[in-house]
């Protein structure tokens, strides 16, 4: 938070809140994230409660209505958001020559949700269409040609066919699923906030979720899983964990995974994807893994502790997506289109919460620079 003063230009003191730290710019029935208490409630549930037992389906009803869907409605809304999967000719198209550029998958992402317009985009459209983009921009990056989506499976299970072709066990599925409605949504997080502020000024719905994307594809906000899941390869064994942490710390390095801007307790998504994990590693893959990365988070929490007493870095959310994702058998790049597939029906949700009960969110800016300069005209060259 820095203060300027204004002077004869304006109040006696202009406060600017860095990042709008402790602004508060909405009301949300959506999800309320207690920092201090490491609780995040979504549409009233736990997120621990409501990530366990949902579909994805249910959930995406569930922050867009309001209520849990009834049996009736749960499964119109899955056979809606199936048949609305598949992409148009054009969409493909851009794909390839995204593909072809070796361009980013955030980039082609965001690209081919915007191109969605040509043939028309309400939310089930963009909420079923997004998982057929990721998959199909994924293997056309790696010179395969995409699979078509299936119409007889879940969101979630139709995404991991979609990657690979095979049609993925119900452990699996339940992995993807505990996954997807984790991280569905949490606040006014950058994003979120984007969303928000491009639907605030009448713009339609594929502009505000571009925008999200946008937002998201930045290292600070979408991108650290993966920088976690490294750092456990780096170890290797737990044996090296403490000297390895260690010398990060004495070179100033971050531990990814570790701390983040709102909790300052564990991050409750930590311990259900934590669950998850394993769950997951259990019943397939590299128990190894996964005994070391709690072994890895045993011995950073402790020197966290050790080197930055009171600042209550905590695990965050990023370390356990990482295990599970790689569990999954996804590459590091698709961790954040992944997450992309999830939050894109939190984000949906609060552009309709906000165009509900609009006003336009035009904060103030406090101006810093120089006063009273006069232009002086250039002399031409002779």
Same mark, same amino acid.
């Given at each position: 938070m820095t203060a300027y003063a204004a002077g004869r230009y304006g109040r006696d003191m202009d406060t600017i809140n860095a990042g709008l730290e402790g602004i508060v710019a909405a009301a949300t029935r959506l999800?309320?994230?207690?920092?201090?208490?490491?609780?995040?409630?979504?549409?009233?549930?736990?997120?621990?409660?409501?990530?366990?037992?949902?579909?994805?389906?249910?959930?995406?009803?569930?922050?867009?209505?309001?209520?849990?869907?009834?049996?009736?409605?749960?499964?119109?809304?899955?056979?809606?958001?199936?048949?609305?999967?598949?992409?148009?000719?054009?969409?493909?198209?851009?794909?390839?020559?995204?593909?072809?550029?070796?361009?980013?998958?955030?980039?082609?992402?965001?690209?081919?949700?915007?191109?969605?317009?040509?043939?028309?985009?309400?939310?089930?459209?963009?909420?079923?269409?997004?998982?057929?983009?990721?998959?199909?921009?994924?293997?056309?990056?790696?010179?395969?040609?995409?699979?078509?989506?299936?119409?007889?499976?879940?969101?979630?299970? #139709?995404?991991?066919?979609?990657?690979?072709?095979?049609?993925?066990?119900?452990?699996?599925?339940?992995?993807?699923?505990?996954?997807? #409605?984790?991280?569905?949504?949490?606040?006014? #997080?950058?994003?979120?906030?984007?969303?928000?502020?491009?639907?605030?000024?009448?713009?339609?719905?594929?502009?505000?979720?571009?925008?999200?994307?946008?937002?998201?594809?930045?290292p600070l906000h979408g991108g650290a899983p993966g920088p976690a899941l490294d750092m456990v390869f780096e170890i290797r064994t737990a044996d090296r964990a403490e000297a390895v942490l260690r010398a990060k710390l004495a070179r100033g390095e971050r531990l990814m995974g570790f701390g983040h801007r709102v909790y300052k307790v564990r991050d409750p998504r930590a311990d259900v994807l934590a669950a998850a994990a394993d769950r997951l590693f259990t019943r397939g893959g590299d128990r190894a893994l996964y005994q070391l990365a709690r072994d890895v988070e045993r011995v950073a929490l402790r020197l966290l502790e050790e080197e930055k007493p009171g600042r209550r870095l905590q695990t965050n959310v990023e370390f356990y997506t990482a295990l599970v994702l790689h569990g999954l058998g996804f590459d590091v790049p698709l961790f954040t289109p992944t997450f992309a597939i999830s939050r894109t029906a939190g984000w949906i949700a609060h552009a309709f919460e906000q165009k509900a009960a609009n006003r336009l969110i035009r904060p103030q800016s406090v101006y810093v620079g120089p006063r009273g300069r006069t232009w002086a005209a250039r002399q031409t060259p002779a």
């Open positions: 999800s309320e994230v207690d920092g201090e208490r490491g609780e995040l409630t979504i549409a009233g549930f736990a997120v621990g409660e409501l990530a366990t037992h949902a579909t994805f389906e249910e959930t995406a009803w569930l922050l867009w209505h309001g209520d849990v869907p009834t049996a009736a409605e749960a499964d119109a809304f899955r056979a809606d958001l199936a048949a609305r999967r598949a992409l148009p000719a054009e969409v493909l198209h851009l794909l390839r020559g995204a593909a072809d550029a070796r361009l980013d998958a955030m980039d082609a992402l965001r690209m081919a949700t915007g191109a969605l317009s040509l043939t028309g985009a309400d939310a089930p459209r963009l909420l079923a269409a997004m998982p057929t983009i990721v998959a199909a921009s994924w293997r056309l990056g790696r010179g395969q040609e995409p699979i078509a989506p299936r119409q007889d499976l879940g969101h979630a299970a #139709n995404y991991l066919f979609m990657l690979t072709g095979e049609p993925p066990d119900a452990e699996r599925v339940r992995a993807l699923e505990t996954y997807l #409605n984790t991280v569905v949504d949490h606040g006014l #997080n950058a994003s979120t906030f984007t969303v928000r502020v491009i639907t605030s000024t009448g713009s339609d719905l594929v502009s505000a979720i571009v925008g999200g994307l946008g937002a998201l594809k930045g």
